[in-house]
């Protein structure tokens, strides 16, 4: 497991810790297959916050 997946690991745990019970990412074209490896799936979501996002994006999330 690579650094970038025990620190996603890490944040999941923390997450649930905290009674989350989803997380939402936006993906780019490049990172799409490190989250789908993870675990992530397709998963639209609205933005709380209405940050812009890039067209390419791809959005993903896990059920924790």
Known sequence: QGVG????????????????????????PEALKFYQRQGY??????????YPSSPEDIPVGKVL
């Open 5 to 28: 997946s025990q620190f996603l690991t890490l944040i999941e745990k923390w997450l649930r810790g905290r009674g989350y019970k989803s997380l939402h990412v936006e993906s780019s």
């Open 41 to 50: 799936h397709s998963m639209p979501f609205q933005d709380p916050d209405s």
